[in-house]
């Protein structure tokens, strides 16, 4: 059996125009938050996902000796089991001349004197970011004095703090749902009460209670959806301008956070996501508080 369709007078039970302006523009704000926090989650997640796999297998090996010497001979033993190892798919020395452009503003010119010992470095890539130990081991066993750095290891705190960021933006996408299903069922409840003497006639000429619940949903999800699409839009506009912004920065510390284009899909489909919620709130409330009724 078909379901009778709600004539036009039942279908503007809701479209009171002062209130779903104001739900709309509720809705606006609440995606508005929500794509920002969900597009700092996603940024920052891909970003602690970035600094894994590149710092995972990476080592860096440190050469200090005083005796020239010797340090060349400990350098070359270095490289020669790191590139004999099938494990290591990278190893070079780090070119000096950079050493010292790096340590100029620490030391001044005067201290870069020719007869100042000055360490030497080799970057190592492992394949494996389980077998790191073992090639470190294998450096210290043939190279005693060797100081090896785990990149992973001295960038733990950054790491940290990215992935806590992350979690937060998550918290705070989570909370702006909650308080998003509240202010729905704030606005069922309301209309319930306002539209009461209403209802009951409806319920005399034969309409049934998810008749009713159906008029109820279909105001909030066009209200949700008007304001979510106004919000979301707003926010992904601001969103591509900092991204602008920041290309044009170029700094390697916000080269990792940026959004993939299937980021910019999920963003785009959260008001999608928010009318479907706000909807089957909407509905849950109204036939919950209709069957208390009568």
């Not at 279908?11 to 929500?34: G, Y």
């Not at 005067?110 to 470190?136: K, Q, Y």
């Not at 202010?183 to 034969?206: C, Q, S």
């Amino acid at each position: 059996m078909i379901a009778r369709r709600p004539p036009a007078p039942e279908r503007q039970l809701l479209d009171e125009r002062r209130n779903a302006r104001a739900m709309s523009w509720i809705m606006a704000i609440m995606l508005f938050l929500t794509v920002l926090a969900a597009a700092l989650g996603l940024s920052t997640w891909s970003a602690a996902r970035s600094l894994d796999s590149e710092l995972a297998g990476r080592l860096t090996v440190q050469l200090v000796e005083g005796d020239a010497a010797t340090r060349d001979r400990a350098v070359a033993a270095v490289l020669r089991i790191a590139r004999r190892d099938a494990r290591v798919t990278r190893a070079v020395e780090v070119d000096r001349a950079r050493l010292v452009e790096l340590l100029e503003p620490w030391l001044g010119e005067a201290g870069l004197d020719a007869d100042l010992p000055m360490p030497a470095m080799i970057d190592i890539d492992v394949r494996d970011p389980a077998a790191t130990a073992a090639v470190e081991a294998a450096i210290r066993a043939a190279v005693p004095t060797a100081r090896v750095d785990r990149h992973a290891q001295w960038l733990a705190p950054v790491r940290g703090l990215v992935a806590t960021l992350a979690w937060l933006a998550a918290g705070v996408v989570l909370l702006v749902a909650g308080a998003t299903t509240f202010v729905v069922l704030l606005a069922a409840r309301t209309g319930l009460d306002t539209h009461r003497d209403t209802i009951e006639v409806l319920h005399m000429l034969g309409s049934t209670d998810f008749q009713v619940a159906r008029l109820f949903q279909r105001r909030i999800a066009i209200d949700t959806l008007t304001g979510g699409v106004i919000g979301a839009t707003a926010a992904l506009a601001f969103l591509f301008f900092l991204g602008r912004q920041l290309d044009a920065v170029g700094a390697e510390i916000v080269g990792g956070v940026a959004l993939s284009p299937g980021d910019w899909a999920v963003l785009a489909v959260l008001p999608l996501v928010f009318t479907l919620m706000a909807t089957l709130a909407a509905r849950l409330t109204v036939l919950k508080a209709l069957g208390k009724r009568l």
